[in-house]
């Protein structure tokens, strides 16, 4: 049966990055074309967890060891894998830190400036909306125009991510002129299916982006998901209240908007460090 969940894309990725493993270590080249299960071993894990950190920053390496256990496990309860030799293996992570890039408001408008020939600009819409909303990915493709209401100017949607897991899965973003101008109206009679920002893969979605920053003269490494992080540290920057930020985000609790706050922390400091050294 096919893998359908919401995060088949990062199933897909580690596999990808597993045989770009294989073949790139020499002591594991010759597993690449077809290996056995009795092969995966801890000390393959183990270097494949060392391969992780060196290759990604932040939090990418965590996330694909995470799918790749996953993969690893389901072998395991279907006993083509005996015993799971990822059990005693694991990539630590700080989770109170952001480790994604971020934009400030001066880039965001410096982006927003940016036109280039041959943009898409359904991709531009879209990631300017998440921007000033701090939707993922996953859930900005999918919004079609009955999320809105626009009589009473909100946006209400159902999180891709936590559907079905979390009381919080439901968000409702409120939607001032400058969001509703990017909705826009619908083309069709049938408004209710249609989708709002017709994306294509997120592949190309990404490849679109880094075009677009480099552009902008934006030398910072930015991802679809930097949009969501921008607009936390940016609404708290300017006021908002940490439980206010975590009803926009749909987040259940508040520990995981705690990391926003730390970086708001660290803009301030290198903010006060930016001045002239006080000489008295």
């Not at 990725?13 to 299960?37: G, Q």
């Not at 900005?140 to 009955?146: I, P, R």
Request: proline fraction near 3%; aromatic fraction near 8%.
């Amino acid at each position: 049966m096919a893998y359908s969940k919401a995060d088949k894309r990062h199933i897909k990725r580690a596999c990808i990055v597993f045989a770009d493993f294989l073949n790139t270590t020499p002591e594991y080249a010759a597993l690449a074309t077809r290996i056995k299960p009795q092969q995966l071993t801890k000390e393959l894990v183990i270097a494949f967890t060392e391969y992780l950190q060196k290759r990604f920053v932040g939090e990418g390496a965590h996330t694909l060891y995470a799918r790749f256990k996953k993969i690893v496990n389901s072998a395991v309860e279907h006993d083509v894998i005996k015993k799971n030799p990822t059990t005693t293996v694991s990539i630590k992570i700080d989770n109170g830190a952001l480790k994604k890039d971020i934009l400030s408001i001066e880039e965001m408008q410096r982006l927003i400036n940016t036109h280039y020939s041959g943009e898409n600009p359904d991709i531009r819409r879209a990631f300017i909306f998440c921007l000033y909303c701090g939707l993922r990915w996953c859930d900005v493709k999918e919004l079609t125009f009955a999320n809105v209401d626009y009589a009473n100017r909100l946006l209400k949607f159902e999180q891709i991510k936590t559907e079905g897991d979390s009381n919080a899965s439901s968000v409702v973003i409120p939607l001032n002129d400058g969001l509703l101008s990017l909705i826009g109206q619908p083309a069709t009679e049938n408004r209710g299916n249609e989708i709002i920002f017709p994306l294509p893969s997120h592949n190309m979605c990404l490849k679109a982006l880094k075009h677009w920053t480099a552009r902008a003269g934006i030398e910072k490494h930015i991802t679809w998901h930097c949009a969501r992080h921008s607009f936390a540290v940016n609404i708290l920057n300017n006021g908002a209240n940490i439980k206010t930020v975590a009803s926009l985000l749909g987040h259940s609790g508040l520990k995981h908007t705690e990391k926003y706050t730390r970086a708001v922390d660290s803009l301030k400091e290198a903010a006060i460090n930016s001045l002239p050294e006080l000489v008295l």
